[in-house]
């Protein structure tokens, strides 16, 4: 006789090799109706794999997946549709040149006999959009989104079909707290429509918040499976990593006197307002701010990526004239944008071509030095503890996280004076994070200057000893050393002026 299981999702015996690697070592798990289940593990641990082949992306070398008691052979995405599994996935798979309805409906346009009908189509993603309470048109072109909103069309898309299985692959790790807010609120209802939600976040205490279970993965084998309440924080990140994390944030080192970068009065012609800072020899500035606040477009205007309508910008003092970014090369400025899959890496090509693509100059004497890039690309893996399958694959082959870096690695080695982070640690597992933030320090005490964006509050007040707040293009608020603090922080970037009006949990409810 069958065994019988009331499991919604049963998965007995998955394992998935990838040219003769193994990345998936017996994974049995069963999975229940209307629970969020979390996925946790280090980055390349098999997260994304596990998902993929539950949903079709990929089909698993061995095991078997059951579906309300039923053996399924889930073939292709189309097919997990039609068994009522969707998937929000960790890349985005949006066409740029088409408009945001059209991305949500591509592959399954409601038609009128043989035409498109496109005010249907346009009203239902009205009425999603308006679930997750953003204020995107149906018309905009995807081209011109943030990664936030590409984000909330992935979202959306993954809506469309009614669901039983929604696979939510970091959703949160290029939304600020408003978003997120709105993300969780959507999950609370869908739970109570009984649907499954399957979860994947680095955000250690978001997990501990919203979902129900666990699985940790590491190096492909299955650790454990938990109540949420069986475990804390702490637990997680030890499962994943094997071992107990020591101290995340490194001590932090005193900025010079030496002024290295100033910005006066800059504005340009939509956000900014007369912005105004410097930064010191050795220092570590940190940005913090809601989406939409210009952190980006500020970062943008200095490295000349977006054009300025007024401002003068000083390095060592002397003014710069900066209008592209090989100019803010020649000034030894660089800038890791938050976009690296649009704007930074090189997808079919491997670490080495993307590592060496910015300095290539450094390996270059009249032919290109390939053992000195190797060594390079060496030491970047070594140093970020970069892993994949294989390390001589194309990008496109390596997990999210991995990705991201190479894309850090790629920055570091074009030996910047001064360099300007743009949410470095997106997607990147807690003690790769830690890696990085050693990283990051390191540099600054050997006399880099930094200038860190980053969405993540926890992080800009472990690492920097100053912080500017930005509001609706200008700068609201600096605090130095002892005088950072969270609260303030968050009241000065949501703009609330009277303190005593507003209580903290109110205020973290707009963050
Ligand atoms: N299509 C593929 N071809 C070859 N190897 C792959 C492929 N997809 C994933 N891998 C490898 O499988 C392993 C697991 O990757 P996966 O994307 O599942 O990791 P992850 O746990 O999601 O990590 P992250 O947190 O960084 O997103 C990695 O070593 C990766 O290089
Ligand atoms: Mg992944």
């Known amino acids: 006789m069958a065994h019988h299981t009331d499991a919604l999702l049963s998965i007995k015996r998955i394992n998935k090799e990838f040219s003769g690697v193994l990345v998936l070592n017996d994974i049995n798990v069963d999975i229940n109706g209307g629970e969020v289940f979390g996925i946790l593990g280090e980055n390349g641990a098999g997260k994304s794999t596990l998902l993929k082949i539950i949903c079709g992306v990929y089909t698993p070398t061995s095991g078997t997946i059951t579906l309300k008691g ?25 066409i740029p040149t088409l408009t945001v309805f059209e991305n949500i409906f591509l592959g399954s346009e409601i038609k009128n006999g043989a035409l498109l009908n496109k005010k249907a189509m346009r009203e239902k993603t009205s009425s999603l959009l308006a679930e997750l309470k953003t204020e995107l048109s149906p018309d905009a072109l995807i081209v011109n989104l943030s990664v936030a909103e590409k984000q909330m069309v992935e979202i959306a898309k993954a809506l469309v079909h009614e669901s039983d299985i929604l696979i939510m692959d970091e959703p949160t790790t290029v939304l600020t707290s408003v978003e997120i807010a709105v ?65 995340v944030f490194p001590d932090k080192s005193v900025p010079e006197d030496e002024e290295v970068l100033r910005v006066e009065n800059l504005s340009d012609l939509k956000l900014l307002k007369n912005i105004s800072f410097s930064l010191n020899k050795g220092e570590l500035l940190g940005f913090s701010g809601l989406i939409g606040a210009g952190r980006t477009e500020l970062a943008e205007c200095i490295m000349g990526l977006r054009p300025r309508s007024s401002g003068d910008i000083f390095v060592k003092g002397e003014q710069a004239q900066i209008d592209s970014p090989l100019d803010a090369l020649d000034y030894k400025l660089a800038y890791l944008s938050e976009d690296r899959k649009g704007k930074g890496l090189l997808m079919s090509f491997g670490i080495p071509e993307n590592i060496s693509l910015i300095s290539l100059a450094k390996y270059t004497n009249l032919f290109i030095n390939k053992k000195k890039v190797q060594q390079s690309t060496d030491g970047y893996i ?34 910047p004076s001064i360099l300007v982070l743009d949410e470095p640690t997106r997607g990147i597992d807690v003690n790769a994070k830690r890696e990085i933030y050693h990283f990051i320090n390191s540099l600054v005490t050997q006399g880099v200057s930094c200038i860190l964006i980053s969405s993540e509050l926890e992080e800009l007040i472990g690492l920097c000893t100053r912080i500017l707040v930005m509001r609706e293009g200008r700068i609201t608020a600096e605090m130095t050393g002892e005088h950072i603090n969270e609260e303030e922080i968050m009241f000065s970037a949501a703009g609330v002026k009277d303190m005593n009006q507003t209580t903290k949990e109110e205020t973290s409810e707009i963050l």
């Open 70 to 94: 039923t053996p399924v052979s889930i073939t292709s995405p189309m097919k997990a549709k039609r068994l009522g599994i969707s998937m929000i996935p960790q890349e985005f798979n949006l």
């Open 382 to 415: 070594e140093k970020f503890d970069i892993k994949a399958a294989s390390l001589k694959a194309e990008l496109d082959y390596f997990s999210g996280g991995n990705q991201q870096k190479v894309y850090l690695s790629k920055w570091m080695d074009t030996d």
């Open 183 to 247: 993300l969780f609120d959507l999950i609370a209802r869908l739970k109570e429509k009984n649907v499954t939600i399957l979860f994947i976040s680095h955000k250690l205490n978001e997990v501990k918040n919203i979902c129900d279970r666990i699985l940790v993965l590491r190096d492909g084998d299955q650790i454990s499976v938990n109540d949420i309440d069986e475990v804390d924080e702490q637990d997680m990140a030890r499962k994943m990593v094997g071992r107990e994390l020591s101290q």
